[in-house]
């Protein structure tokens, strides 16, 4: 969902560079490691590699658990140091920046929580890394932020910029939120412009909190739950494989794998 967000940020010139990114998304953690030459134009950032695998370390537990369990933050940034540490080259470690850019699941969170969670995760890295945590690098970005950082990603991967051929418009669906994010033209009166290199796009996006995949499939659990006679002790759920079963609450659910002939329960549902 970040990826490649740093083609919008400015470093100082010099030779090669790497890069931590840390996606702290509402079904898990994910360290991306990238590279980069710089240069006055837009750099040319690409995922850091062996050649054939790019550096990637996921952690299956969303930092917005940690507010229930401050321990989970060694639990999660712990094994992302220990793997980035062995994959950028030592005499690099202590010039390369870390970012956490943690997205819906930490916007669901009340204020208090965000700030107990940034601010632990700030200190732990600076702590126990070797990396550079700079004031404003461990944030929750905001949905607008996340669609376009999502529209910059495509757009680079298809050499949008570099071959300086039109944009194409970027749908997003996470575990927790929905983005769209897409170039206009002026006249349109645009929400956002977006710097990139010495080009300026004007920019229409947005973000729906709660459209997400896995918050979706909760809100139609919880519907079909509360429109179950209180004497049923299972319901189906259309969402789910035939014969999958779980437990909502009091009740048993068992999925029938059966969408349409469930449609008009969902839909009222929703």
């Known amino acids: 969902m970040l990826f490649l967000v740093f083609t919008c940020i400015y470093f100082s010139y010099s030779k090669q560079r790497y ?33 054939t695998h790019p550096f990637l370390h996921k952690v299956k537990i969303p930092l917005a658990k940690s ?4 321990s989970l933050i060694e639990t999660i940034f712990k094994p992302i140091i220990i793997y980035a540490s062995q994959k950028i080259p030592s005499s690099y470690l202590e010039k390369t920046r870390i970012y956490v850019y943690a997205t819906a699941g930490m916007r669901l969170l009340n204020d208090i929580d965000q700030e107990r969670v940034l601010n632990a995760t700030t200190a732990y890295l600076k702590e126990h890394s070797p990396f550079k945590v700079k004031p404003g690098n461990v944030r929750i970005i905001d949905g607008i932020e996340e669609g376009i950082f999502g529209w910059i990603s495509v757009n680079h991967l298809l050499g949008n910029f570099i071959n300086n051929r039109p944009t194409v418009g970027a749908l997003d669906m996470g575990g927790a939120s929905f983005q769209i994010a897409l170039e206009v033209t002026p006249k349109e009166k645009p929400l956002q412009v977006v710097k990139i290199g010495p080009k300026r796009f004007p920019m229409y996006a947005y973000s729906y909190l ?21 004497t049923e002790t299972e319901f189906k759920h259309p969402c789910y494989p035939k014969n999958f ?5 009091s009740r048993k659910f068992v999925g029938t794998g059966n969408f349409e002939d469930h449609l008009d329960s969902v839909v009222t549902c929703k």
Do not use: C
């Open 67 to 70: 507010a229930q369990d401050m």
């Open 245 to 249: 079963k779980d437990n909502y609450k």
């Open 210 to 230: 709660g459209y997400g995949a896995n918050e979706a499939l909760k809100s139609v659990t919880r519907a079909l739950y509360a429109i179950t006679p209180k």
């Open 19 to 51: 890069g931590i990114m840390i996606d702290a998304g509402s079904s898990g953690t994910r360290a991306h490691i990238f590279t980069w030459k710089s240069t006055k134009g837009m750099p040319n950032v690409q995922p850091a590699s062996n050649g």
